[in-house]
């Protein structure tokens, strides 16, 4: 969605007919982008990508027949296996999708998402679904209502996210797009740089930092998204940097090294005045316990276990295992 932005405010400045489809409920299909939308307009161009395009010439059509006068629209789609696969799809499915005139849609909404802010839209539906009114609920914003409240849990899982809730006044549709997750990595060399690519590949953003009072600056720059993976095994390095991220509320907060570095790190932050319910969410020893040895498997590990604690998932760390590190 967010690549989306230029091109939507490129249409509406031009005064397209244009529309933003994006599915509502959705059944099959495998692994699927969450954040899959595209902008289709009524003379056929299409920009962004849904379901790898299959259901793009049949959007357009649609499109089409709603016009210049018309309304939202929720459309069915489906594909059969042999159409998957020749899309690159894992398997069939069938979704409902929803086309909304790209006039109805807040120009803030596209403004924040190309700033990259966490952000979510919350749109309504009648019951004919002809009429669509979308509103823009920033993250950290106080909930009026239960979609607002919706969009608050999912913005903070950190990860794109669609709900469909269903009430006596129709269909809400709560889309969630937060910021993408910041890994600050405290200390160079090797692993820092795999992480980083690991980091790259989820669409993640990534910085090395050398210091404590780095760390802490950059800490406090993205504070919404930051997540710390400290290296360094420097007492005067280790200990402020994960008291400063432990105290600004950084929602991932790792750190490497052996049971005994993750020991004297423990003894440095209760020196520091740091409480027990604070040192609980330092994930120390860092990782999942995939049996990583390599560099690329020891950033896999970490990066897993970040995907799982921001997404709220109760995956099995390296902290919680009494074995020897391997």
Known sequence: MRELAETARQWVAEGRVAFLARPVTEQ??????????????????????????????????????????GGARVCEVSVGAGEATEAKLTCGGQAEVLLQPLSTIPAEWWELLGTGAGVALVTRLNEGADAAVSEVVRAGGAPADDAARRAGELLGTRRPGRDA?????????????????????????????V????????????????????????????????????????????????????????????????????????????????????????????????????PAETALAICAEILGVLGGRDARGLRDSDGPLR
């Open 165 to 193: 809730l269903y009430g006596g006044s129709g269909l809400v549709l709560v889309e969630a797009y937060p910021s993408a997750p910041y890994v600050v990595i405290g200390g160079a060399g090797e692993l820092a740089e």
């Open 195 to 294: 992480i980083g690519a690991q980091a790259a590949l989820l669409g993640w953003e990534s910085v090395t930092v050398g210091s404590a009072g780095e760390a802490e600056k950059v800490l406090v720059q993205h504070r919404d998204a930051a997540c710390l993976v400290l290296l360094s095994h420097e007492p005067d390095f280790d200990v402020p940097s994960l008291r400063t991220a432990l105290a600004l509320g950084i929602p991932y907060v790792g750190a490497l090294g052996s049971r005994r570095t993750t020991a004297r790190r423990r003894e440095g932050l209760l020196a520091a005045g740091v409480g027990e319910a604070e040192l609980a969410r330092v994930h120390g020893p860092i990782g999942l316990d995939l049996g990583a040895k390599t």
């Open 28 to 69: 099959g299909f495998g692994p699927r982008d969450p954040a899959g939308a595209v902008l289709v307009d009524a003379r056929g161009e299409c920009a962004g990508a849904l379901y790898r395009g299959v259901f793009d010439a049949e959007l357009v059509a649609e499109a089409g027949a709603i016009g210049a006068e």
